[in-house]
């Protein structure tokens, strides 16, 4: 899929997870929030590094069944340029664990991990949305 942000800036964007996308994988769980993730990523090492690490997480949450929250699809997006953006979102399926986990993200366990894949200060965006009934 290609699409183009400014002229002269094409994006190629790949789709590399289903998450809960996945054929029976998300079962009678119901979204009550999602996180929308999005890490910038300078080298295609990194890029490479980040997809892994999604991936082995992705792979241990698809044996949860009944776990309260799930990655959906993850994209990576390149524009001609070494490294790119891997953007995924998150479905929470449990609100009390939402409010408690949704800033987990910021936490010195997640930061090391951002800085070993080769994500730099500020390289990782996150903006949080509600279902609303």
Known sequence: MSSTILPGNPVIRELVLLGDS????????????????EIDLASDEALERCVQALRASDERLAEQSDGPYDWQRTWVERNG???GTVVFDVAWYDEEFFRQKKDTFLAPGHLAMYANIGAEDGAVQVTHWHKVD
Do not use: D, E, L
């Open 81 to 83: 340029r070494a490294g």
């Open 22 to 37: 996945a054929p029976g994988r998300r079962g009678g769980r119901t979204v009550v929030a999602q996180s929308h993730c």
